[in-house]
């Protein structure tokens, strides 16, 4: 499996900006924190301050500029975005627990990677970020937060999802006799694990309430989404996306196949509760921007970090090495000698050619900061310890082989949503969250699941 590349992680920190919660335990600045600024929520041993959520808040607003009938009110966008901020807080306290981290060379990468992307330099980044009046250390920690949820998520796919050739061929033959991509948007009426008879029948009525506002024209599905929704694409109307007919699950595909633009479904009974999925555009696939692939040829050295080697016995290998290369050894001779992957070090490292997030997006991060013949600084990958030196770049036209890989990517990312979401919703069942603001905070202090997407 691959993952995400670092640019699709992180981009949204300056439009988005911020969301993610400090990290304060709560045994340790509880007083200090109550005696500052009031308690938003406690989460298992943490705490959610009342001005990190009106900073979220505030930041979702400003994206809304100019739409804002669309967004809920201000009760339920609260609740919406204190759940968001609750779900970032327990997937960085497991992937911590799991013993995941990032070291603050990695997070200076990260922040680097983020200004370049945006176009700037790292001052103007945080000028940038101060100008929005929020401090520099938030957006780090932010920053560092979501970079670790990334690897939570990067190893959770490696143990949880397999693609098989049997399921790569039927979907590319499914695709093959369709021709057509969906832009779909949905609705979600969450319901916990077990259900009771009585929550299964006021959700059955909440989402045929909001069906029947959609066809009467009293509220368009859009705003119906931001307003009833429990996905956590809900403030994004409920948008999924194009997708081709693999990348949706069979039981959705042949309804949609069926329908016309801009109708939407009775209510649909899934894993995670009541859907309402509307088709907003069809295209032919033919039809489609070409699918370019940009891929990158490299050569690398890596230095294991395992129970052999601590991961700062790693690091201090690794810069010895970095040394030795910039006074003028040769790359691929360091490889040979020193390089602990097997599969490239006969060939002085080189990995050959490859999309840019195929190693992850550590790799894709340096691949793209790189020029032609450049050098990487030492990056740190789940792995262990690289230096990578970029030796060209292309770009791929959509061939059958990368309209297999596509697939399989496609296939994966499916899974792994399943998945995910299913493990979310564990997450969030076994954590002890106290909310303590808003028409939540009347609410009994019960484990609650997340509301996910289909």
Known sequence: MTSRPMKTLLACLLSATFAAPAVLPLTAFAQQAQALDRIAAIVNEDVILRSELDRAVTNIRAQYAGREAQLPPQDVLERQVLERL??????????????????????EQAVAGLAQQNGVSIDQLRQRVTADGSSYAEFRRSVRDEVLIQRLRQRFAQS?????????????????????QYRLAHILVA?????????????????????????????????????????????????????????????????????KPGQVTEPIRGPSGFQLLKLVEVRDAAQAAPQMVTEYHARHILVRVDDKATDEQARARIQTIAARLAGGADFAEMAKKESADQSS???????????ADRYGPEFAQAMSSLQDDQVSAPIRTQAGWHIVQRLGTRQVNGTDQTRRAQVAETLGRRKLEDEWNRFLRELRGEAYVDVRTGTAAAMPATPAPPATGS
Do not use: C, H
């Open 160 to 180: 949880r999802v397999n693609v098989s050739d049997a399921e790569i061929e039927s979907a590319l033959a499914a695709t093959q006799a369709s021709g057509s």
């Open 345 to 355: 070090v006969a060939k002085g490292g080189d990995i050959g050619w490859f999309p």
């Open 86 to 107: 609750v779900l970032v807080k327990l997937q960085v306290a497991r992937a911590e627990e799991t013993g995941i981290r990032v070291t603050d060379e990695e997070l």
């Open 191 to 259: 319901l916990p694990e077990g259900a009771t008879p009585e929550q299964i029948a006021t959700a059955e009525k909440k989402v045929a309430g909001v069906k029947a506002l959609i066809e009467k024209g009293e509220m368009d599905f859009t705003a119906a989404a931001a307003r009833y929704s429990d996905s956590p694409n809900a403030l994004e109307g409920g948008d999924l996306g194009w997708r081709s007919s693999d990348e949706i699950p069979a039981a959705f595909a042949r309804l949609v196949g069926g329908m």
